[in-house]
């Protein structure tokens, strides 16, 4: 198993609509959890974190942790052609020395 | 308060000659982490300094190299180029060393040819 895994997608969803983004991992000791966002040709932009199971929600976005299943997800809500972007889960990996480990990115096209 | 920045924005250079790129945290930030970033791989952690010592090391073989200075400012090196060393070198900084939130500066995209 990856060490944090993501869809690849393309996740394809119409303006307005909720988008849901999901990433599981594998260290069942990781107690921070973050989602950027990056746009094509740009650098990562962290846009949410997380630390307690739960529902942790900025404006449009709402981050949610279980860390019995070790699933944290990213929802977008009245998604936007804007959104459009790939969105990369990190998990900071105490077996790993605590380093920030990232998945492979989710693709989300928000289509108008 | 200005973000993180990272010098040079481009770069290309020869199989074999060596680089060295620059990057300038956010103010109060004493933790710095370097990435590469290619389409095969993903986001791939290279090393992570705080207060001018290594801390956590990824897996790259030892010609990249990285150093910090008492400003917090961070400079990464590699050395003896190889083609597949074309990526984009991300830089992170934090205001602590592990768990905290990390931002990241606009990248040095390099070319080996």
């Known amino acids: 198993q990856k060490e944090v895994e993501q869809n690849s997608g393309p996740l394809s969803v119409p303006e307005g609509a909720i988008a849901s983004l999901n990433c599981t991992y594998s260290?069942?000791?990781?107690?921070?959890f973050f989602w950027y966002r990056q746009y094509s040709g740009k650098s990562p932009e962290l846009i949410m974190f997380?630390?307690?199971?739960g529902d942790k929600e900025d404006g449009r976005f709402t981050a949610q942790l279980n860390k019995a299943s070790q699933y944290v997800s990213l929802l977008i809500r009245d998604s936007q052609p804007s959104d459009s972007a790939t969105y990369l889960c990190?998990?900071?990996?105490?077996?790993?020395?605590?380093?920030?480990?990232f998945g492979a990115g989710t693709i989300l096209r928000v289509k108008s | 308060k200005a973000g993180v920045t990272q010098t040079p924005r481009y770069l290309i250079k020869t199989r074999g000659q060596q680089v060295t790129l620059s990057c300038s945290p956010i103010s109060g930030h004493r933790s710095v982490s370097w990435y590469q970033q290619t389409p095969g791989q993903g986001l791939q952690f290279l090393f992570e300094?705080?207060?001018?010592?290594?801390?956590n090391k990824g897996n790259f073989p030892g010609r990249f190299s990285g150093r910090q200075f008492s400003n917090s400012r961070s400079e990464m090196n590699v050395s003896t180029l190889e083609l597949g060393d074309s990526a984009l070198y991300l830089c992170a900084s934090s205001y602590l060393l592990t768990g905290d939130e990390q931002y990241f500066g606009p990248g040095t995209r390099l070319t080996v040819t």
């Open positions: 260290d069942r000791g990781s107690q921070s």
């Open positions: 990190a998990v900071n990996m105490r077996e790993y020395g605590n380093k920030l480990v």
């Open positions: 997380i630390y307690s199971n």
């Open positions: 300094y705080f207060s001018e010592t290594q801390r």
